[in-house]
T-cell receptor, first 118, second 113 residues
Framework: DAGVIQSPRHEVTEMGQEVTLRCKPI?????LFWYRQTMMRGLELLIY????????DSGMPEDRFSAKMPNASFSTLKIQPSEPRDSAVYFC????????????????FGPGTRLTVL | GDSVTQMEGPVTLSEEAFLTINCTYT??????LFWYVQYPGEGLQLLLK?????DKGSNKGFEATYRKETTSFHLEKGSVQVSDSAVYFC????????????FGIGTKLQVIP
């Protein structure tokens, strides 16, 4: 079991550039979550998908952020244009969901992408 | 809406000391409750969970009991080790709908030899 895979692990870019973060959830999981973690704001939910459909994007900071899940095995989080205040660690997590099982509520986190915007 | 209140950190303890990290919640219905742990440079991972009132979750010497009457899920460990140094997050999943997860702010624990 490879777990949740995120790429890149580290990204350094300059203000104004486009940034794309990628996530491959665990096979068979129905839900996918994008989080942002900073020292100041802690762990923030940006958006989550259920069966590839965005359910709640109320945490997306502004129009510069967009997320897609074109299929069950891939999701992207894009920032365009990037700003220094976007510097953070971005986590992707997936969850089994339905059908119910003993681990259906558990979220499995990826290792994160550390983004630095200069 | 749902919310989780967690004690502010950091918490610094000597090795073999007793640990308590407080967590209280607000939610409708019957949420599931979780403790996640984040080691330096890693993502969060599930430590333990409880799905109904009076359930006790336990793992790696950590315990937490789902107390509906006090809406609490405090994390405890009888004897901490240096390797327990990490950030601990209390979380809940609502009982209906798409089960959005709500996390607390996280409590950093540092255990010194």
């Amino acid at each position: 079991d490879a777990g949740v895979i995120q790429s890149p692990r580290h990204e350094v870019t300059e203000m104004g550039q486009e940034v794309t973060l990628r996530c491959k959830p665990i096979s068979g999981h129905n839900s996918l979550f994008w989080y942002r973690q900073t020292m100041m704001r802690g762990l923030e939910l940006l958006i989550y998908f259920n069966n590839n459909v965005p359910i709640d994007d109320s945490g997306m900071p502004e129009d510069r952020f967009s997320a897609k899940m074109p299929n069950a095995s891939f999701s992207t989080l894009k920032i365009q244009p990037s700003e220094p205040r976007d510097s953070a660690v971005y986590f992707c997590a997936s969850r089994p969901g339905y059908p119910r099982g003993p681990r259906s509520n558990e979220q499995f986190f990826g290792p994160g992408t550390r983004l630095t915007v200069l | 809406g749902d919310s989780v209140t967690q004690m502010e950190g950091p918490v610094t303890l000597s090795e073999e000391a007793f640990l308590t990290i407080n967590c209280t919640y607000t939610a409708t219905g019957y949420p599931s409750l979780f403790w996640y742990v984040q080691y330096p440079g890693e993502g969060l991972q599930l430590l333990l969970k409880a799905t109904k009132a009076d359930d006790k979750g336990s793992n790696k010497g950590f315990e937490a009991t789902y107390r509906k009457e006090t809406t609490s899920f405090h994390l405890e460990k009888g004897s901490v080790q240096v390797s327990d140094s990490a950030v601990y997050f209390c979380a809940l999943t609502g009982s209906g709908g798409y089960q959005k997860v709500t996390f607390g702010i996280g409590t950093k624990l540092q255990v010194i030899p």
